[in-house]
């Protein structure tokens, strides 16, 4: 199979794709569930006090980092796609693109992550 005329293949555009497409699937099921758990309020809010309760711990926590690394990261490349989609610029500088959203993503985590572990883990900043 020859690789002429293949677009991606390994490219930056291929890998920002994927991990567009990946983080807006873990963004879906984690709306499913925020959904399907606040509605329990409803049908019990003994079992809704309970099941919040449960989300207090550590592993929760590092999953709620990952949650809003993949929002971080899915809302700057969504907003590189639009980029794309709208201007000739964009097009010929996506490589660019790519890298400001992996910036402004390192930034949003940096300020973030710290406050957010140390309240997982205990020490309130």
């Known amino acids: 199979m020859s690789r002429v005329g293949s677009l991606y293949r390994g490219q930056p555009g291929m ?19 925020h959904v399907m758990d606040t509605a ?15 989300y207090k711990t550590p592993l929760v926590g590092l999953i709620e980092a990952g949650l809003v ?15 794309v989609d709208t201007w000739k610029w964009a097009t010929r500088h ?15 985590m940096a300020g973030f992550l710290p406050r957010h572990l140390s309240n997982v883990f205990g020490g309130a900043l």
């Not at 890998?15 to 984690?30: D, E, K, P």
């Not at 329990?40 to 449960?54: C, F």
């Not at 996506?94 to 949003?108: D, F, G, Q």
């Open 69 to 83: 690394a993949a929002i971080a990261f899915h809302a700057f490349n969504g907003l590189r796609v639009i980029s």
């Open 40 to 54: 329990l309020v409803r049908v019990s809010p003994e079992a809704y006090n309970t099941v919040i309760a449960s």
């Open 15 to 33: 890998w920002m794709w994927l991990a567009h497409r990946a983080t807006g699937v873990a963004i879906f099921f984690f709306l499913v569930v």
């Open 94 to 108: 996506h490589r660019l693109l790519a890298a400001v959203v992996w910036v402004l993503w390192a930034a949003v």
